[in-house]
């Protein structure tokens, strides 16, 4: 459930920023396949993918993390 409300905050940010998925992949040296699970919530990233993922979007963790949810790290 975790995994699935980072995941869609992401993509909503990644959207909204103009990047593809490909795109935001190629930036932040990940595969595809893995930025898909990423967003459908089928992998929770790490703190280190998190802080990659907020700098690529140049938003904060705070910012990127679901509301009902805090600051989990």
């Known amino acids: 459930m ?3 409300k980072w995941g ?4 909503a940010y990644r ?5 593809t998925q ?8 990940i595969s595809v396949s893995i ?7 089928g992998r929770m ?3 280190e993918m998190l802080t990659k993922i907020s700098n690529a979007l140049k938003v904060s963790i705070e910012e990127l993390s679901p509301p009902e949810n ?3 790290y």
């Open 2 to 4: 975790e995994a699935e």
């Open 35 to 41: 930025m898909g699970e990423i967003e459908r919530g």
């Open 22 to 29: 490909e795109g935001f992949s190629n930036e932040l040296g």
């Open 8 to 11: 869609r905050r992401i993509r």
């Open 15 to 19: 959207k909204l920023k103009g990047f």
């Open 70 to 72: 805090g600051n989990i």
């Open 45 to 47: 990233p790490s703190k």
